[in-house]
Structure formats: C-alpha cells, structure tokens
C-alpha cells in the first residue's frame, strides 16, 4: 500500500521543559555540524562525521517530510537547548503503514552530542517526541540499538519498549509490542 504524501504527519515544534525540538531545516547545518562532528558518536551509528556540505545535502533530504517514493514518512527534530538556545542533538520518526494494517509505525532514533550527554536530555526528547505520534494515530514504536549501547536502551525502556530477537545490521529491534 503506498500512502499519499499528505497522510503523513508533519513536524511541528514541541517543548518539554529544558528543550525546544525544532522541525529540521536545512539551516540548522552550520550549527549541528560541530555538535556532531565527533567520532566517538559514530561507534553505534557507524560512518564518520559529515562535512557541513554533507550535512546540508542530509538535512535537505530528511526535511522533505517523506521518503522519495511515498511510502514513509520523515518527522526530524533538531534539540535545543532553552537555557542557553544551544542546538544539542536530533531526535526522529520513520513512520510507515505496515503491509499488515492500517494502524502507523514508527522506528525512532535520538542522538546526543557527546558534550550534552548523561544529562537526560535523550530521554527527555525521545518522550516528547513518542507521546506527539502516539497522539497522531502511531500504533508502535520500534528502535533499533547496537548490543552494549546502554544509555540507548535506557531511552528505549523510558518509552516503553522491550529487546526482541530480531536482530538487523547489527541492531536488536525493540518495540512496543516486543517483537
């Protein structure tokens, strides 16, 4: 089943009570670039730093709302931080309509810069962000997260969800449904 573009939610600013999350533009790339430009993230998401230039081609893809074909949809969020409007990391939403149902899923991910980490603020964005699409129709929440990545898990038990025996890329999936 291909969905419509417009069927799929849009990114809207939300707050929690230490950040802003910011629907992702493309000019949020020169800010994001030095809280992102450290290797030590990339031992769980693999791959090297981007470039600002690379960066901005990402940002230019992701804020399109929707995979180029239709089928998924592309919710971003920058995270700022409100006590000194520092940009700190992303949270975002893959939502999909599974071949099995009309009801919306979603496969989430957060990243933190390295100097904003052990401070909750994942947690915190991850929240907000899971509450928003529960409150648009997504059924189930899934993330995928290296085996050892314990801060990851941590995020992934605060919104619910439990490690299943699915394994891809080296990731375990945790769901809501825990499969």
Same mark, same amino acid.
């Given at each position: 089943m291909t969905d419509h573009p417009a069927s799929w939610p849009a990114a809207v600013p939300l707050t929690t009570p230490r950040l802003v999350l910011e629907p992702l533009r493309v000019d949020h790339a020169p800010e994001a670039v030095t809280v992102f430009d450290d290797v030590r993230l990339h031992t769980w998401t693999g791959g090297t730093p981007d470039s600002l230039a690379q960066l901005v081609s990402r940002y230019e893809r992701q804020s399109a709302g929707r995979s180029p074909d239709g089928t998924r949809g592309?919710?971003?969020?920058? =995270?700022?931080?409100? @006590?000194?409007? %520092?940009?700190? &990391?992303?949270v975002q939403a893959t939502v999909y309509r599974p071949a099995s149902g009309n009801a919306l899923e979603a496969s989430v991910a957060w990243v933190i810069g390295t100097a904003h980490q052990n401070e909750g603020y994942g947690r915190e964005a991850? =929240?907000?962000?899971? @509450?928003?699409? %529960?409150?648009? &129709?997504?059924?189930?929440?899934?993330?995928?997260?290296?085996?050892?990545?314990?801060?990851?898990?941590a995020v992934a038990r605060a919104l619910g969800l439990r490690a299943s025996a699915v394994v891809e890329e080296d990731e375990v999936r945790w769901s809501d449904s825990g499969t």
């Open positions: 592309w919710l971003n969020w920058i =995270l700022r931080r409100t @006590s000194d409007d %520092r940009v700190i &990391g992303t991850a =929240l907000a962000m899971a @509450s928003w699409l %529960r409150a648009r &129709g997504v059924a189930e929440l899934a993330a995928y997260i290296r085996p050892g990545h314990d801060a990851s898990a």
